[in-house]
């Protein structure tokens, strides 16, 4: 069975950084895995994505070059690392692996997964 344990989130200030962790346990089907976030009254997006395989990566366009996904293969951890946050940013997020997919690759057109955490909320205020 999977498991996905996450920490960090918090609240921070416009321009300020925040990183969240996420340890994975268990076999999953693909290798994908990455973060989701869901606003109030919004849907939920995708942020940003890895490959365990290869480490290959993906990003949403409002967080890309402010967002750094990684990961800590020995450790089986996933990591957030955000950077110059904006209140637009605040939201619940949450770790997913075993993503669900419609393109030819799990990173490729990919739309939610199979398991997830429990979202740690980040608040950002201006």
């Known amino acids: 069975q999977v498991q996905l344990e996450e920490s960090g989130g918090g609240s921070v200030q416009a321009g300020g950084s925040l990183r969240l962790s996420c340890l994975v346990s268990?076999?999953?089907?693909?290798?994908?895995r990455g973060w989701f976030r869901q606003a109030p009254g919004k849907e939920r997006e995708g942020v940003a994505a890895?490959?365990?395989?290869?480490?290959?990566?993906t990003y949403a366009a409002s967080v890309k070059g402010r967002f750094t996904i990684s990961k800590d293969s020995a450790k089986n951890i996933l990591y957030l690392e955000m950077n110059n946050l904006k209140p637009e940013d605040t939201a619940m997020y949450y770790c997913?692996?075993?993503?669900?997919?419609?393109?030819?690759?799990?990173?490729?057109?990919?739309?939610?997964?199979?398991?997830w955490g429990q979202g740690p909320q980040v608040t950002v205020s201006s």
């Open positions: 268990g076999s999953t089907y693909n290798s994908c």
């Open positions: 997913a692996a075993d993503f669900r997919y419609s393109g030819a690759w799990c990173l490729d057109n990919y739309y939610g997964a199979n398991f």
């Open positions: 890895i490959d365990n395989d290869d480490g290959r990566t």
